[in-house]
């Protein structure tokens, strides 16, 4: 898999996207994962990548030429699956859209900017907008790694245990149960006695149950 993340501050994606599970997936060649500076994209001197809206609204736009320039000479190099982009007014992403793209060969991934880019890149080049949340943040490119994130680490050999990756919350519609770990009776509170029983049949009730329960709690939404 390939992910290319077109940005004017890619300074805030070097350490997300070369830490952890994602560095070590690279390391795999599981997934390779281009950083690209808008600004090598820009026509004049100053490698301006925005200017003032038309109709005079506050703030500034991210220009379509860079942005543009940029998509081209990638789908020269390749053909693509999806091209995302980032933005407050996308679809709300969620783990069944990662598993989805998990499954996918080469995406390019715009990080929004300032106040968003020129319609006419999201009319023409966008064949997908994503948002992680009902906020604003300063720019995209902390969405872009957290979507990289939640797709790389669910790809084949990205994590040691591949099972684990299959059990994580959401994956069916519903929260993970409670975890524990050594020792069993911390302070007077002690560890469920079936998860100490080395009955898994009955474990596994209890992990459903107790998923069932938090998720009908907490997010109800879920169930629905």
């Given amino acids: 898999m390939r992910i290319d993340i077109l940005t004017v501050v890619p300074e805030l994606l070097q350490s997300p996207l070369n830490e952890s599970i994602l560095k070590r997936a690279q ?12 600004r090598d994209y820009a026509f004049d001197k100053h490698r301006q ?27 020269r190099q390749r053909s693509y699956d999806e091209i995302i982009y980032t933005s407050p007014d996308g679809r709300r992403y969620d783990q069944h859209e990662a598993n989805r793209l998990s499954t996918l060969g080469n995406i390019i991934i715009l ?10 890149v999201r009319e023409h080049l966008i064949t997908s907008e994503l948002s992680i949340g009902d906020y604003v943040l300063t720019g995209g490119e902390l969405a872009a790694a957290i979507i990289a994130d939640s797709v790389v680490r669910i790809l084949p050999g990205a994590i040691g245990d591949g099972s684990s990756a299959l059990t994580d919350c959401f994956q069916d519609n519903l929260l993970a149960p409670p975890v524990y770990t050594r020792p069993a009776d911390f302070r007077g509170w002690k560890v469920p006695d079936v998860l100490l029983s080395g009955n898994f049949a009955e474990i596994e009730k209890w992990q459903e149950q107790q998923a069932f329960e938090r998720t009908e709690r907490l997010r109800p939404d879920l169930l629905r």
């Fill in 49 to 75: 990548v925005d200017d003032y809206p038309f109709g005079g609204e506050a703030g500034m736009v991210m220009k379509a030429e860079p942005i543009f320039l940029c998509i081209e000479e990638l789908q």
């Fill in 111 to 120: 990080c929004g900017h300032y106040k968003g880019v020129d319609y006419r």
């Fill in 27 to 38: 390391q795999k060649g599981l997934v390779e994962i281009c950083v690209h500076n808008l």
